[in-house]
Nanobody, 126 residues
Framework: QVKLVESGGGSVQAGGSLKLSCAAS????????MGWFRQAPGKERERVAV???????TYADSVRGRFTISLDNGKRTLTLQMDSLQPADTAMYYC????????????????????WGQGTQVTVSL
């Protein structure tokens, strides 16, 4: 089973940038879906961005144009470049892969069947 470990979280002021990394224990080249999710205190976990095996990417409306998901390092590191960060982006960020469900033309990892990392905290202050 592939293991995922996130890093790169931290505290930043509004308008700043962070780059999250998700290191996989094996290549993600054959993973149909891989993505980033986040959960703020008192809120449900939400989808942020996903990359499918064909290279297509999908973003939540709230982050489109500010976040970029990519697969790097010989397809073993999933990154999330986050620019123009806002306080509303404050959350625990998780990467996930596999166990995909198909919705509106995109495959997304699922909570029950996907592989998940332990999360990395992102805090954005004014």
């Amino acid at each position: 089973q592939v293991k995922l470990v996130e890093s790169g979280g931290g505290s930043v002021q509004a308008g700043g940038s962070l780059k999250l990394s998700c290191a996989a224990s094996e290549s993600l080249a054959s993973s149909i879906c891989m993505g980033w999710f986040r959960q703020a205190p008192g809120k449900e976990r939400e989808r942020v961005a996903v990359r499918n095996i064909d290279g297509t990417t999908t973003y939540a409306d709230s982050v489109r144009g500010r976040f970029t998901i990519s697969l790097d390092n010989g397809k073993r590191t999933l990154t999330l470049q986050m620019d123009s960060l806002q306080p509303a982006d404050t959350a625990m960020y998780y990467c996930a892969a596999d166990g995909c469900t198909y919705e509106d033309g995109t495959w997304w990892p699922t909570a029950d069947f996907g592989r998940w990392g332990q999360g990395t905290q992102v805090t954005v202050s004014l």
